[in-house]
Every structure is written in structure tokens, then in C-alpha cells.
T-cell receptor
Framework: DQQVKQNSPSLSVQEGRISILNCDYT??????FLWYKKYPAEGPTFLIS?????DKNEDGRFTVFLNKSAKHLSLHIVPSQPGDSAVYFCAASAGGAQKLVFGQGTRLTINP | NAGVTQTPKFQVLKTGQSMTLQCAQDMNHEYMSWYRQDPGMGLRLIHYSVGAGITDQGEVPNGYNVSRSTTEDFPLRLLSAAPSQTSVYFCASSYRNTEAFFGQGTRLTVV
């Protein structure tokens, strides 16, 4: 029973274009959603988050959208840069970041 | 800024051996957690703590023990290692409603 799903294992995008990563969840109690970026042999690095009381949060090139009725969130990266190539994990929590539930990850490759 | 420090970075154990994975944070975070990551999967929660002296089980707690005697440290103990515990282990710390910060990970192989 996977509560957080990232259905695309991989995504390839041309440099300068928009990258859109998607995530679906099933637990209505989730109230905090996060995106992490992970390079090989390193720990996940926090990218951006959104509370369930919002539907959009922006930070520079990164924007997260939350659609509560569809139980869906997405991460937009624009413009995409070669350094954005990494595995991206969607995570969710109900009542605190000490109990994160992660998706399987999407490997993003930015092509020159 | 050290952040979250995990030791060791790599470890090979024989089946049945015990060991402790160390995790320390210097951000005075109240919350700390342990996750494991297996190939093709996301991180799964093993145990977590909301403060010194308080721990609870996550999604995959079997075979692991934890304790939290100080705010800074949250060690993870494998009492009798099994090949199924071969994985990459990540420790994280956070305040309640903010993002979690992760360590660099410990790659454990049980043979």
C-alpha cells in the first residue's frame, strides 16, 4: 500500500526547457509536502515544500503546485539546467517532518 | 556547519553480527529519524524520536533498536544482522513543521 507514488521512474528534458515532476498521494491526513533532490552517494537535499493550506509555492526556478481534490502535487523547474540532473523524491507528512513518507523517486536528466 | 553527521560511511557485516550506526546533529533539532533506502524504492521510515527519551516505530522497525538519551544523538542498533538489512541508511533531523535535514548515509552490506 504505497501512500505516495511517483509514477515516472525517469524524465529527460532539454536544457532551458521546463521540467515537470509529478506525485500522487492517497492519505487525506497529509498536511505537509516536500521535494528532495538526491545525487549519488549523498543524502537527500531539501528543495521546496508546501503546506496543505496553500496551492502554490515558489522559490526561484522551482515551483510546487498542490491539488488537494486530486491528491496530486507537481514540481516545476524552469529553466532546467544541467546541474538539475538528479533523482527527485516527493515526500509527505501528517503532523511533522519526523515521519516522512516518500515516493519511489524520478530520475531527471537534463540534456544539453 | 556540520549539520547531520553519520558514521561509518560504509560497513560490511557478517550475518548474526551486531553493530550501531551513529547519527549526530548540531542544529538543536527536537526531531530525529532513521530511514533506509533500497534499490528502486523511496526512503522508508525505521524509527523516529520527538525528543530525548521519546522514540517510536516507523514503517519498517523489525530488527532495529533506537534510543535517544541526548538531543544531539540518535544511534540505530542492529542486534543480529540479516542479509535483508543490506541497504543505505539515512538519518534526518528537523523541527516540527519544517524540512528534515539528512546525513550523507551509511551503506551497509550484510553477507
Amino acid at each position: 500500500d504505497q501512500q505516495v507514488k511517483q509514477n515516472s521512474p525517469s524524465l529527460s528534458v532539454q536544457e532551458g526547457r521546463i521540467s515537470i515532476l509529478n506525485c500522487d498521494y492517497t492519505n487525506s491526513m497529509f498536511d505537509y509536502f516536500l521535494w528532495y533532490k538526491k545525487y549519488p552517494a549523498e543524502g537527500p537535499t531539501f528543495l521546496i515544500s508546501i503546506s496543505s493550506i496553500k496551492d502554490k509555492n515558489e522559490d526561484g526556478r522551482f515551483t510546487v503546485f498542490l491539488n488537494k481534490s486530486a491528491k496530486h502535487l507537481s514540481l516545476h523547474i524552469v529553466p532546467s539546467q544541467p546541474g538539475d540532473s538528479a533523482v527527485y523524491f516527493c515526500a509527505a507528512s501528517a503532523g511533522g517532518a519526523q515521519k516522512l513518507v516518500f515516493g519511489q523517486g524520478t530520475r531527471l536528466t537534463i540534456n544539453p | 556547519n556540520a549539520g547531520v553527521t553519520q558514521t561509518p560511511k560504509f560497513q560490511v557485516l557478517k550475518t548474526g553480527q551486531s553493530m550501531t550506526l551513529q547519527c549526530a546533529q548540531d542544529m538543536n533539532h527536537e526531531y530525529m529519524s532513521w530511514y533506509r533506502q533500497d534499490p528502486g524504492m523511496g526512503l522508508r521510515l525505521i524509527h523516529y524520536s520527538v525528543g530525548a527519551g521519546i522514540t517510536d516505530q516507523g514503517e519498517v522497525p523489525n530488527g532495529y533498536n533506537v534510543s535517544r538519551s541526548t538531543t544531539e544523538d540518535f544511534p540505530l542498533r542492529l542486534l543480529s544482522a540479516a542479509p535483508s538489512q543490506t541497504s543505505v541508511y539515512f538519518c534526518a533531523s528537523s523541527y516540527r513543521n519544517t524540512e528534515a535535514f539528512f546525513g550523507q548515509g551509511t551503506r551497509l552490506t550484510v553477507v
